[in-house]
Structure formats: C-alpha cells, structure tokens
C-alpha cells in the first residue's frame, strides 16, 4: 500500500523517476530565488540573464546564479567570491550567544501567545500533482484565484506538478476541499498539504515546558511561527513539541546546534532532542481514487473480502502467528520501556547526586578561596600594622630628637642669658663704684681748690703761670686717667650693653 504523503516534494509521483528526485527538491528550494530575480534580468536585459556582457559590471565584477538568479560577487579568477565559512560561523555563534545571555535568567510568567495566525506561514503551502504538460500559470492563477488569496506559485513542468502558499489554512482547506481530484486539461488534480521543511521536532522535554517557554527558547535561533507542546488525550505533555520556523535555514542551525550541543530549557539537566519533523496526514488518509487499480497485485489483493476465519482452518493458523509476532512486539515494546524508563529514574537520581556532589565541591571550593583570600588579607593587615609601628618608632624617635635639640638649645640660651646676667651685675657694680669714685673724687678735690686759690692754682689743682696759662698739671690723682683706663678696661662691655 503507498503512502498518503507519497506525492510530496520529497516523494514526487508516480510519473517521476527517483534519479530526479534531488533536482525537484532543489528546484523547489530555490522557488522564491528564481523568483525574485528572473523578472529583474530579462527586464535590464538583452539576451540570457546569466551572460549579459553589454553591462560593464556583468564582465568584472557581478554574475548570476543561475537562470533568472539574483546577482553575487565575483573574484578575479572568475569564481563566486564568498564570505569565509569561519568567520560567518563566528558571527552567527556571537549573535546566538548574545540572545542565549539575554534569556538565561528566570523564565517565570512568560506572557500567553499571539494565536491570531501568521498569513502566508510556511504550513499554508499545497502540492498540487498530476498535472498536465500544457498547464500554465495563468491556468493555475485562475483556478486557484476562487479559493482566497494566494502567493509564491512555482510551476515545474518537467515533473508536472507545482507549489502554492495561501494566506491562511482556511483558504488551503478550502481549495484541498475543492480543487482535490478535478479535471484540468484532461487530468484529475492531486492536492495535498506540502511538508513544512522549517519545521522540527522537539523530545525529551521536561514537565514544566509550555508552548509559550517553547517558543522564548528557539526563538534564539530565528522567526518562530508556531510552537507547540503535544499532549495525550488526558492533557498531559508527551514530552515532544514542534517548531516550526520562517525559514528553513533557522530550522537547520536549531538542528545543527542543538545537536553538537546539548540546550536546556529548564533548570533539569535532560537536553532536547531536536530532529527534523516528518509530516503524516491524518486528516484525509488514503481515499480509494489514490490506488493503482490496474496494477495485478492490487487485483489479486483486492480478490477476497473481509471474513472470519474458521477455527483450526490454515488462514486462522497463520492468523494467530500474526499475532503471536505482534504480541511478541509490543511485549519487548513495553519492556523496552520500562527499562528505559528505570533508566530515566536512575539517571535522574545519579544527576541528582552529583549535582550534591558538584554543588558541594563547589562550595568547598569557595570556602578554601575565602580562607585564602581571609589569610591574604590577615598578612597584608599584618604588614600594614608593621609599617604603621614602624613610622609610629620614626615619628617617636625623630620627636625625641627634636625635643632634645630643642632642650639643648634651650639649656644654651639659658646659660647665655645667666652669662650675660653676670655680666650686666658686673657692669651694673662697676658703675656703681665708678659713681662712688666719683662723689669720692668730688669730695677730695673741694679742699684742694680752696687751696689752690691761694697758691696760684685753680680749682682743678693745675697750676697756672705768669700769663695766667695753665701749667703742667700736678702729680695729684688724675681723674681723667682713671676714668680712661677704666673705659679702656669694660669698651667692649660697654659697647656690647
């Protein structure tokens, strides 16, 4: 029996042979790039879009593709010149890290989702198949303009069969609804829903993950449109989700990364699985007008009808060895499960464990850096202490020393101030006596004026001579002598005070 999705894209019909399979894929991934740029080179053009040589910049510097491609760089040798597969690695690693620190932190009340649909998200796409080989676009555009609005028609007419995107899956029922199995230029439409090549599935998610955690986790890897966590039919999470992406270039770093790396979601240590997602029909199923009817195995299959075989007859012999098989199956299934489920708890517990273990290392760990840090600071105190002791014993010793200069000193100005009190009390008494000397003096020469007064001498006891000259003076005690020899004798003294 075929498969319902057998006439996908990456199951093509029955009229394309397998070796052309990797041509219709390519051709199908590079719809929106032909499209783009086919209409751009036939209108600046002249002749094939991928050898214009009347553009200067065609000849140097700018090529295509591939018919109706978009332009890219050449070198000088010729070839297409590319960014260097490291340094693109690089700047895609530093934006996705860049968007892993800024959700890090406590996911706790994400906000609910938008779930007003996206128009024209990547799962609005149909395959339509069996087409004729003078089918057109305008064809196509007026048959599937009646059921909404569509966009991104990409017709191959080698392997007759064409994508559409509609904006809304409403629109893509309802043209599956009633497009399905119409006559068009003699032939009987085939519609199917097209696989969403952006799309990946999610497992081993832990309990606490909800779409809207889904959707903040893989939303660092690109666009998200839909994310999803499935449930049974309890409501309770299978443990697998689906993304689907804008594109299928995010789809494939999600898978790349997620798959070199291990990317958690909570904070359990159980990292998803992230793989492609294959997509199943479950809607339509596989209606009778699909089969090969003129195929003789279907005829030879289709011979009987249904029954219940006889007891001990040879079809209920083989019958019970069908199921015998398929208990035997789901027996190993279930023990299978089991065993992997015991493994989960045992994982879980040893994770558990060693998470004490780690948790508790690394508090040892922190504990022995503190106490290193603690006696780093105790030295540096300790040293900081002894420093300041020591300018303490310079700061005392130079006090000491300034004090003792300043007591000598003042043991010196004290000692010059008793020398020159002794000194003054030597002067003072000298003037003393030299005043008693004087009155002394005084006293001794009124006597001798009075004499003088009759002898021919004056007042002073110096004689005088005929002319009334003063004559030699007499050998009587000399006052002007006395009083000169004595200033001769303190001068400095008398000076210096």
């Given at each position: 029996?075929?498969?319902?999705?057998?006439?996908s894209?990456?199951?093509?019909?029955?009229?394309?042979k397998?070796?052309?399979?990797?041509?219709d894929?390519?051709?199908?991934?590079?719809?929106?790039?032909n499209?783009?740029?086919?209409?751009?080179?036939?209108?600046?053009?002249?002749?094939?879009?991928?050898?214009?040589?009347?553009n200067?910049?065609?000849?140097r510097g700018f090529?295509?593709s591939?018919?109706?491609?978009?332009?890219?760089?050449?070198?000088?040798s010729?070839?297409?010149?590319?960014?260097?597969?490291?340094?693109k690695?690089?700047?895609?690693?530093?934006?996705?890290?860049?968007?892993?620190?800024?959700?890090?932190?406590?996911?706790?009340?994400?906000?609910?989702?938008?779930?007003?649909?996206?128009k024209?998200?990547?799962?609005?796409r149909?395959?339509?198949?069996?087409?004729s080989?003078?089918?057109t676009?305008?064809d196509?555009?007026?048959?599937?303009?009646k059921?909404?609005?569509?966009?991104?028609l990409?017709?191959?007419?080698?392997?007759?069969?064409?994508?559409?995107?509609?904006?809304?899956?409403?629109?893509?029922?309802?043209?599956?609804?009633?497009?399905?199995?119409q006559?068009l230029?003699?032939?009987?439409?085939?519609?199917?829903?097209?696989?969403?090549?952006a799309?990946?599935k999610?497992?081993?998610?832990?309990?606490?993950?909800?779409?809207?955690l889904?959707n903040?986790?893989?939303?660092v890897?690109g666009?998200?449109?839909?994310?999803?966590?499935?449930?049974d039919?309890r409501?309770?999470?299978?443990?697998?989700?689906?993304?689907e992406?804008?594109?299928?270039?995010?789809?494939?770093?999600?898978?790349?990364k997620?798959?070199?790396?291990?990317?958690?979601?909570?904070?359990?240590?159980?990292?998803?699985?992230?793989?492609?997602?294959?997509?199943?029909?479950?809607?339509?199923?596989?209606p009778?007008?699909?089969?090969?009817?003129?195929?003789?195995?279907?005829?030879?299959?289709?011979s009987?009808?249904?029954?219940?075989?006889?007891?001990?007859?040879?079809?209920?012999?083989?019958g019970?060895?069908w199921?015998?098989?398929?208990d035997?199956?789901?027996?190993?299934?279930e023990?299978?499960?089991?065993?992997?489920?015991m493994?989960?708890?045992?994982l879980e517990?040893?994770m558990?464990?060693?998470?004490?273990?780690h948790?508790?290392e690394?508090?040892?760990?922190?504990?022995?850096a503190?106490?290193?840090?603690?006696?780093?600071?105790?030295?540096e105190w300790?040293?900081?202490?002894?420093?300041?002791?020591?300018q303490?014993?310079r700061?005392e010793?130079?006090?000491?020393?300034?004090?003792?200069?300043?007591q000598?000193?003042?043991i010196?100005?004290?000692e010059?101030?008793?020398?020159?009190q002794?000194?003054?009390?030597?002067?003072?008494?000298?003037?003393?006596?030299?005043?008693?000397?004087?009155?002394?003096?005084q006293?001794?020469?009124?006597?001798?004026r009075f004499?003088s007064?009759?002898?021919?001498r004056?007042?002073?006891?110096?004689t005088?001579?005929?002319?009334?000259?003063?004559?030699?003076?007499?050998?009587?005690?000399?006052?002007?002598?006395?009083?000169?020899?004595?200033?001769?004798?303190?001068?400095?003294?008398?000076?210096?005070?």
């Amino acid at each position: 029996m075929a498969s319902p999705a057998r006439n996908s894209p990456n199951n093509p019909p029955d009229n394309v042979k397998s070796e052309d399979r990797g041509e219709d894929i390519q051709e199908h991934s590079n719809f929106e790039q032909n499209r783009r740029g086919g209409g751009r080179g036939r209108r600046r053009g002249g002749g094939p879009p991928f050898q214009r040589f009347n553009n200067p910049r065609g000849r140097r510097g700018f090529g295509r593709s591939g018919p109706g491609g978009p332009p890219r760089r050449l070198d000088d040798s010729g070839g297409p010149e590319q960014e260097p597969e490291i340094h693109k690695e690089s700047r895609f690693q530093d934006k996705l890290m860049d968007k892993l620190s800024q959700i890090s932190g406590p996911a706790v009340d994400l906000p609910p989702l938008d779930i007003i649909e996206k128009k024209f998200s990547g799962r609005n796409r149909l395959y339509i198949g069996n087409l004729s080989p003078d089918i057109t676009e305008a064809d196509l555009q007026d048959l599937l303009g009646k059921c909404g609005e569509f966009a991104e028609l990409f017709v191959n007419k080698e392997k007759n069969f064409a994508f559409v995107k509609f904006d809304y899956y409403a629109s893509c029922e309802r043209a599956k609804r009633e497009l399905d199995g119409q006559v068009l230029k003699g032939k009987n439409l085939k519609i199917r829903f097209a696989p969403n090549n952006a799309s990946i599935k999610v497992k081993n998610l832990a309990n606490f993950v909800s779409n809207e955690l889904l959707n903040y986790a893989f939303g660092v890897f690109g666009e998200v449109e839909r994310a999803i966590v499935c449930v049974d039919e309890r409501g309770k999470p299978t443990g697998e989700g689906i993304v689907e992406f804008a594109r299928k270039g995010y789809a494939l770093h999600a898978i790349r990364k997620c798959t070199e790396r291990c990317f958690f979601l909570t904070e359990s240590l159980r990292p998803v699985v992230v793989e492609p997602y294959e997509y199943t029909n479950d809607t339509d199923g596989f209606p009778e007008k699909y089969l090969p009817k003129r195929n003789p195995e279907y005829l030879k299959a289709r011979s009987k009808g249904p029954r219940l075989a006889e007891m001990s007859s040879f079809e209920h012999e083989y019958g019970l060895r069908w199921k015998q098989l398929l208990d035997l199956f789901a027996q190993k299934e279930e023990g299978l499960k089991k065993e992997l489920q015991m493994e989960m708890e045992k994982l879980e517990a040893q994770m558990e464990y060693a998470r004490y273990e780690h948790e508790t290392e690394m508090l040892r760990e922190e504990l022995r850096a503190r106490e290193l840090d603690r006696e780093r600071q105790k030295q540096e105190w300790e040293m900081k202490e002894r420093q300041v002791e020591e300018q303490r014993r310079r700061n005392e010793e130079q006090i000491r020393r300034q004090e003792e200069s300043l007591q000598a000193r003042m043991i010196h100005h004290d000692e010059e101030m008793r020398r020159r009190q002794q000194e003054n009390n030597l002067f003072m008494q000298a003037h003393q006596l030299h005043n008693i000397l004087d009155e002394q003096e005084q006293a001794f020469q009124k006597p001798e004026r009075f004499e003088s007064g009759m002898d021919g001498r004056d007042g002073y006891g110096d004689t005088k001579d005929e002319d009334g000259n003063m004559g030699q003076p007499s050998n009587s005690f000399r006052r002007d002598r006395w009083i000169t020899d004595r200033r001769d004798d303190f001068m400095p003294k008398r000076r210096r005070f």
